[in-house]
């Protein structure tokens, strides 16, 4: 009975350790993500400057 009670203890150490990495990669997922929004917003406002500036070309029509 208490080498499974000590088993038992020894999965849920394991578990929360697993949580635990988990929990800290979806944290920078997070960040990453955060920083790639800010990143494509920041590319849409130069793309909507160009567009504004350049005749219609074949570049202006790559754009959009």
Excluded: F
């Excluded at 009975?1 to 929360?16: A, G, P």
């Amino acid at each position: 009975m208490n080498k499974q009670i000590e088993e038992l203890k020894e999965d849920r150490t394991r578990l929360i350790k697993i949580v635990d990495k988990l929990e800290q990669r979806i944290a920078t997922l997070e960040k990453v993500l955060q920083s790639h929004a800010k990143c494509i917003g920041e590319i849409r406002k130069i793309c909507d400057e160009w567009v504004k500036i350049l005749p219609r070309t074949r570049l202006s029509y790559l754009l959009y």
